[in-house]
Nanobody, 116 residues
Framework: QVQLVESGGGLVQAGGSLRLSCAVS?????????LRWYRQAPGSERELVAD???????NYADSVKGRFTISRDNAKNAVYLQMNSLKPEDTAVYYC?????????WGQGTQVTVSS
């Protein structure tokens, strides 16, 4: 049963923008989870990019501050990642994550490739 579905990845030139979306199933969203975006580049560990709490508090990795914006739409059971001023080093598979207490859910990932 797929409970988090990412979309919006693709190929973009450096300096461009992409918006990632993650549809979260209702049974997970009603838990008021912390919603996170992670990314994993080839040969690298998965890293936390940004997160947003149910009350709206957000946090960002230093590498994306000022360029990426995470948001959530509680009416649509969705979380988004607006990525501006993209750099080649942002190239990675981006994963949506929902965490509520001991429960941890992951999407299948979406590829983002930034060409120089």
């Amino acid at each position: 049963q797929v409970q988090l579905v990412e979309s919006g990845g693709g190929l973009v030139q450096a300096g461009g923008s992409l918006r990632l979306s993650c549809a979260v199933s209702t049974n997970i969203f009603r838990l008021n989870p912390i919603l996170r975006w992670y990314r994993q580049a080839p040969g690298s560990e998965r890293e936390l990019v940004a997160d947003i709490f149910s009350g709206g508090t957000t946090n960002y990795a230093d590498s994306v501050k000022g360029r990426f914006t995470i948001s959530r739409d509680n009416a649509k059971n969705a979380v988004y990642l607006q990525m501006n001023s993209l750099k080649p080093e942002d190239t990675a598979v981006y994963y949506c994550n929902a965490r509520a207490g001991p429960l941890d859910f992951w999407g299948q990932g979406t590829q983002v490739t930034v060409s120089s």
